[in-house]
């Protein structure tokens, strides 16, 4: 309780410090933070390592495999461009391959054309003298949102700092005496509504880059905020489900953003109140033509995410 306690007596803590603290207090061990100054500081060489091994063990979550529709597209048009080195050629190519399929073709073709818009994206540094972090949102992440989770999908993207309601709730209910506290402002959030109630799925912040302070303070920002999700995930489930369910169904997906980089994360409440934070994937947008391929890779890694949301609805 050292942090707390220099917390209490108004020391200031560095962001780090500060994360540490509030994760501890928490009841959460965040294996997504493998720094030097991280909550693995605090455990003996090769400990942290081998819980982390446990849990990622005990909650696999299976990698999806892509619709052979989609690798094929994919594979065409990463063909076409490394010869021409222009992703419209892939693109076009596809079009003359498949004329009669068309219709067909166009809605698996959405996420491959977003191919493009990722090469594109990735050039915002270059052609913005300093981009916002509203310009990685706004050009970057969301059109890869709503291809996610289209208009007809029934898990909604929230955008624009707004807040978990049943974050509010649970906050206060701790800090009851607290009439200033409020939930955290978050960037994006996934969710789906039942019964006019909304639940939170999923939470994620963007930043400019990785290098900052800020960075940090949204790491412990979304680990505390995925906590919420699982807890209310919990409570939705009937009680003789509770025990069998909710460690491989009930848990909180965290997506950090910096420029064209992202790091995705679960929280799972694994025994007697003790939470853990397990890193899932991690991947940059590619910046070029050369690094088309990875889009594959990519894919996979969203796509899973995807179809593990539409499990709890």
Known sequence: MGLHDRFVNKEQLNQRERKIMSNGLSSIIDFADKSSKSQKSLFTSGTFEELEAMYQEKLKIEREELDPLIMHTCQIICSVVKKTKRISDGIDYLYKLYPKYLSVVDKKKQAEAS??????????????????????????????????????????????????????????????????????????????????????????????????????????????????????????????????????????????????TCKIATNHLVDNGLYVNLPRYQFSLPGNVVELPNIVDILEQLYTMKRTLHMKL
């Not at 200033?180 to 019964?195: H, T, Y």
């Not at 912040?205 to 900052?212: F, P, Q, Y």
């Open 115 to 260: 191919g493009a818009h990722y090469v594109d994206a990735s050039q915002l540094e270059k052609n913005a003298s300093d981009p916002e972090e509203t310009d990685y949102l706004r050009i970057v992440w969301s059109p890869i949102f709503q291809l996610l989770f289209p208009k007809d999908s029934p898990i909604v993207v929230k955008t624009g700092e707004t807040s978990n309601k049943q974050s509010s709730l649970n906050k206060t209910e701790q800090y009851h005496t607290n009439k200033e506290l409020s939930a955290f402002k978050i960037d994006v959030r996934l969710c789906v509504v039942k019964k006019k109630i909304c639940i939170d799925l999923a939470c994620c912040e963007l930043s400019k880059h990785d290098a900052d302070d800020k960075l940090i303070m949204d790491e412990g920002k979304l680990t505390r905020e995925a906590k919420d999700i699982t807890d209310h995930l919990i409570s939705t489930l009937p009680y003789d489900q509770k025990r069998l369910d909710q460690e491989h169904l009930c848990y909180g997906w965290s997506i950090q953003l910096a420029g064209h």
